[in-house]
């Protein structure tokens, strides 16, 4: 079960890179795009420049009556024209976008990232239920005159669990920070800083069956049973 987690984990963090190098090639390509529209924007400029200084000397030596006429339209026509021009096709633009399949790569990213916080939040909630409502009543209950259970009962039923627990928190801290950048993420660095923290686990696994047999011979004595059933 570790060693799957430890894969997940890999999974995500190739992910991770995967997506990022997706987004590196995909801004590149638009800064590529950006610097050939605007060499066409200045082409058509230097163009448009030429025409109309032919079309006024043309306009000038054989203006009709039509002409004087278009020539009175409002401008504010022509402004009208312009931006709903400029309006379609910047809606075009974000309709493509939106179908692209980078797009639909980042809506899964940000979907995998809101659901993984959301796990974690509720993680770090249960091993904080688990240390404040069992581990430190236990803890302060070996440490009176008359213990029900001692410090090594406590100690082998729960572990490390205060570890774990201080662990995650500053992994959700780390997580909840990096959400306030949102929609640019970066969470490699921290799996980073996770992974080499997997031994912690391992002993924690490796102690689950023999936590589980000190906590049922802790509850066979009606002092500590009492005691449990009070948290």
């Known amino acids: ?104 790569s980042m809506r899964k990213r940000n979907s995998v990232v809101f659901n993984m916080v959301e796990c974690e939040e509720e993680y770090v909630s249960h091993l904080s239920t688990l240390v404040t409502c069992f581990l430190r009543p236990l803890r302060m209950a070996a440490s009176s005159k008359k213990p029900c259970i001692i410090h090594e009962d406590v100690n082998s039923i729960f572990l490390n669990s205060e570890t774990l627990l201080f662990l995650h928190q500053i992994f959700l801290k780390g997580l909840t920070a990096r959400m306030g950048n949102w929609p640019k993420l970066v969470l490699g660095d921290l799996f980073d800083m996770l992974l080499p923290m997997l031994s912690i686990y391992q002993e924690y696994v490796r102690n689950h069956h023999y936590s589980l047999q000190v906590l049922t011979e802790c509850k066979q004595r009606f002092e500590c049973n009492q005691l449990l059933l009070r948290h």
């Not at 890179?17 to 400029?45: D, F, G, P, S």
Request: aromatic share 10%; proline share 2%; glycine share 0%.
């Open 1 to 104: 079960e570790l060693e799957q987690k430890y894969l997940h984990l890999l999974q995500i963090v190739e992910s991770e890179k995967t997506a990022k190098y997706q987004y590196m090639k995909q801004c590149e390509e638009q800064a590529e795009e950006i610097a050939k529209l605007r060499t066409e924007l200045c082409t058509m400029k230097k163009d448009y420049k030429r025409r109309r200084f032919i079309h006024s000397r043309t306009i000038s030596e054989y203006e009709s009556e039509e002409l004087r006429k278009i020539k009175k339209v409002p401008q504010n026509v022509q402004s009208f024209l312009r931006g709903w021009l400029c309006r379609r096709r910047w809606k075009s633009i974000v309709q493509e976008y939106i179908n692209s399949p980078h797009a639909e």
